[in-house]
């Protein structure tokens, strides 16, 4: 799961060293541009902490997925069941070591969309109930799908056409 790397402070240092006038909104376009999204903020807190690494950051589908294993339980009522509550694992589980990072990755990209899937399911069946009672956690799960289908797409496109 490599392929989809997130930008680290000294990335973003390198960057703002090499653009004329530099800022964060500016170094955060130059690394979207070139496929590595962060946000502004992100930049600005990097260099007000001098450019201090990152002790450990999450792939993305990993921080989409931990993300929506939260929010899902506005839908479940269970705060530590997650996803899992929602979908019944298999039995069969693959080989994971056998696999390339490619298929890694669209797996980690496909298990995410059938979260979303089935999370979006259980949301359209309360989502009357959910608005008008928990509206705040409603948002909370509407923004970890839509992140969830983020990190999905870009996990999706770094796998190349066959």
Do not use: F
Request: with cysteine; glycine share 4%.
């Amino acid at each position: 799961m490599s392929t989809l790397k997130p930008v680290t402070p000294e990335e973003a240092k390198r960057v703002w060293i090499s653009i004329p006038n530099p800022n964060a909104r500016r170094v955060a376009k130059a690394l979207t541009q070139s496929g590595r999204r962060v946000h502004h903020s992100t930049i600005a807190r990097w260099r007000a902490q001098d450019w201090r690494p990152v002790a450990h950051s999450l792939h993305p589908l990993e921080a989409a997925r931990q993300t929506l294993d939260v929010a899902v339980s506005a839908l479940t009522g269970d705060p530590i069941g997650g996803v899992k509550a929602l979908v019944e694992q298999g039995s069969s589980q693959h080989d994971l070591g056998a696999l390339s990072d490619h298929e890694l990755l669209r797996k980690a990209s496909r298990e995410i969309l059938v979260a979303i899937n089935v999370a979006s399911d259980a949301l359209r069946s309360q989502l009357s109930y959910l608005i008008t009672t928990r509206a705040t956690e409603t948002a909370t799960l509407l923004n970890a799908l839509n992140a969830g289908l983020r990190a999905a797409c870009d996990g999706l496109e770094q796998i190349p056409e066959q």
